[in-house]
């Protein structure tokens, strides 16, 4: 089955430190991978996905297909980082399945 | 409006009730879905509408209906449930007729409902 896993639920790091936060996937196929935030009191919200290879509020994500891996990193955390983050994957065409998510908090 | 809406943002229903779930956007997206959001949980997908026809149904009880007007509307009908139904009912659209690539998922606030 294709499945999203996040081992951490929380994770703690103060302001300036870096921040890694792990996925790991298992699927069958190229995987086409996200990752999704929610500040508190906003919506779900996309961060990234691995396809644009982008840079989005110093946060990036390398696909690795040999570690089944998509962790989330940023140099320098900034408290207003603090949020629950999502690594999703694409099953099908239109089905994003969610791995259980990893609150951060950036502490002063 | 870059946005989706969901209305209301509470709801409290008996197990007796019917009542809809809203969710309206007019970015001219082709797709829109209804996720299930329990405490402390991940969204869990529960149906997807592609250009207005129904394309999955994650073998959601029929206590849940969904129904798309019009590409820019999305309701979900709710009879006979069950306290265990009470979550928060997210919904979400997207630009294409599926969820991947340059077409990614925007969603709504969503709807908070207790079942009692």
């Known amino acids: 089955a294709q499945r999203v896993t996040q081992p951490e639920k929380l994770l703690s790091v103060f302001k300036g430190a870096p921040v890694e936060l792990k996925c790991n996937y298992s699927?069958?196929?190229?995987?086409?991978l996200f990752w999704y935030v929610q500040y508190s009191r906003q919506r779900l919200q996309l961060l990234l996905r691995?396809?644009s290879r982008e840079s989005i509020k110093g946060f990036t994500a390398d696909l690795n297909k040999g570690e089944t891996s998509f962790h989330l990193k940023k140099p320098f955390a900034q408290e207003e980082d603090s949020a629950m983050y999502y690594c999703?994957?694409?099953?099908?065409?239109?089905?994003?399945?969610f791995g259980q998510g990893t609150r951060l908090t950036i502490n002063p | 409006d870059t946005e989706v809406t969901q209305t209301p943002k509470h709801l409290v229903m008996g197990m007796t009730n019917k009542k809809s779930l809203k969710c309206e956007q007019h970015m001219g997206h082709r797709a829109m879905y209804w996720y299930k959001q329990k405490a402390k949980k991940p969204p869990e997908l529960m149906f997807v509408y592609s250009y207005e026809k129904l394309s999955i149904n994650e073998s959601v009880p029929s206590r849940f209906s969904p129904e798309c007007p019009n590409s820019s509307l999305l309701n979900l009908h709710l009879h006979a449930l069950q306290p265990e139904d009470s979550a928060l009912y997210l919904c979400?659209?997207?630009?294409?007729?599926?969820?991947?690539?340059?077409?990614?998922?925007?969603f709504g606030n969503g709807t908070r409902l207790t079942v009692t």
């Open positions: 999703a994957l694409i099953q099908g065409a239109q089905k994003l399945v």
């Open positions: 699927y069958s196929g190229s995987p086409e």
């Open positions: 691995h396809i």
């Open positions: 979400a659209s997207s630009q294409e007729g599926w969820a991947g690539g340059d077409s990614p998922l925007h």
